[in-house]
C-alpha cells in the first residue's frame, strides 16, 4: 500500500482564522491534498494562558518557538489586557468558503483556553455545557451538526468521551500515537472512533538543534508508515503564519514522494466499514516530546 498521510489542522485563534486558514487552503489546494479544519468557535482569551507558566517545560518551549512572533502580540492579550474576540462570530464567512472549497470542517472547541486548561477539572455537566456551546455554534455557521472534533492540546476524558458520544460523531481526533481505537476510560469503552495523531508538530521541533529547519522535511518524512495512517496535525497560526514556508516544503516533498494525501472523514469511513476490527484501547494521560505538561494517548502507544 503506499504511503497515506491526513492532515489535521486545529484553528486555536481569532487572528489564525482570519490569516492562517486561508493561507492553508491555498497552500492544499496547489497540492491536491484535502485536511480537516477544526474551528475553535467561542471567545479567544489566548491571552490567559499565561497560567502555564507553572507547567514543566513550558518556559522551554516557549523560548524556543518564538511565540510572540508567530502569534503576535495582539493575539497574547486577547482575553486579560485586551477584550476577547468571539471567533465564530467575526469568521463565519472564512469557516464556510473552507467548506466551499471542498474541505471537511469540525470543531476544535468553543472556548480553547477554558478546554484545554479546565477540562479535567469541570463537572460532566460543564464539559457538556462546552461542548454543546461549540455544537450549537457550528450548526449556526455550517447548517448542519459536527461529524468530527478534536480537542484543545489533546486535552481528553471520560466526560469529554461521553459527551462525543451523545453527539453521535463519526469520529474524533483527541490523542497522541498508535492505531485507530475505541477508548476504553475507567473500564467504559466508547462508541466515537479515535484516530490518533501520529507525528510530532511543528512546535514539538522548532527550535531544537537536533531539528534545524534544513532538516525537519526529511525527519518527518523519515516517520511516515506505510503500515497505518500518518495523521499530522498542524496549526493555523504556525504552519499557515509564521512557518509557512517550511510547511509549503513539506506539502511539496511528500507530493514528489508519492505520498497518498486523504481524507480524514474517507478514514474514518474505511475503518468503521471493518468496526470488528478495530481495537480497544485503554486511554491515559501521558508526556510527548517537545511538549509541556500531559496530553491523551493510548496505552503501551
Known amino acids: 500500500m503506499p504511503i497515506r498521510l491526513a492532515l489535521k489542522v486545529d484553528v486555536d485563534t481569532d487572528r489564525g482564522t482570519r490569516e492562517g486558514v486561508p493561507n492553508l487552503v491555498a497552500d492544499c489546494e496547489a497540492v491536491e491534498a484535502p485536511a480537516a479544519f477544526l474551528f475553535s468557535l467561542g471567545p479567544d482569551q489566548t491571552g490567559r494562558a499565561i497560567t502555564r507558566v507553572f507547567r514543566p517545560g513550558f518556559f522551554q518551549k516557549v523560548s524556543r518557538t518564538s511565540v510572540v512572533q508567530i502569534y503576535g502580540l495582539r493575539t497574547l492579550l486577547n482575553g486579560t489586557l485586551l477584550p476577547a474576540p468571539h471567533i465564530g462570530r467575526r469568521n463565519a464567512a472564512v469557516m464556510r468558503a473552507v467548506r466551499d472549497a471542498g474541505f471537511e470542517v469540525g470543531i476544535h472547541c468553543f472556548n480553547h483556553y477554558r478546554w484545554q486548561d479546565y477540562l479535567h477539572a469541570m463537572p460532566l455537566a460543564a464539559v457538556r455545557e462546552e461542548f454543546g456551546a461549540a455544537r450549537a ?30 453527539a453521535e460523531l463519526l469520529y474524533a481526533s483527541d490523542t497522541r500515537g498508535g492505531d485507530p481505537f475505541f477508548p476504553r476510560v475507567g473500564g467504559h469503552v466508547f462508541k466515537t472512533l479515535e484516530i490518533p495523531s501520529t507525528l510530532p508538530t511543528f512546535d514539538e521541533l522548532m527550535g531544537r538543534p537536533e531539528y534545524p529547519d534544513d532538516k525537519i522535511v526529511a525527519h518527518y518524512l523519515s516517520l511516515l508508515r506505510g503500515d497505518r495512517p500518518n495523521v499530522f496535525t498542524l496549526h493555523a497560526e504556525i504552519e499557515g503564519m509564521g512557518r509557512r514556508t517550511l510547511f509549503r516544503e513539506l506539502l511539496a516533498a511528500c507530493k514528489n514522494a508519492g505520498v497518498e494525501f486523504v481524507r480524514m472523514d ?36
Open 266 to 301: 474517507d478514514l474514518a469511513q474505511e475503518l468503521l466499514a471493518n468496526r470488528a476490527t478495530i481495537p480497544v484501547r485503554d486511554q491515559v494521560m501521558a508526556e510527548i516530546d517537545g511538549r509541556s505538561g500531559f496530553v491523551a494517548a493510548q496505552s503501551g502507544a
Open 137 to 166: 455554534e457550528f450548526l449556526r455557521i455550517f447548517g448542519v451538526e459536527a461529524r468530527t472534533a478534536g480537542a484543545p492540546g489533546w486535552q481528553s476524558n471520560a466526560k469529554s468521551r461521553e459527551v462525543y458520544d451523545e
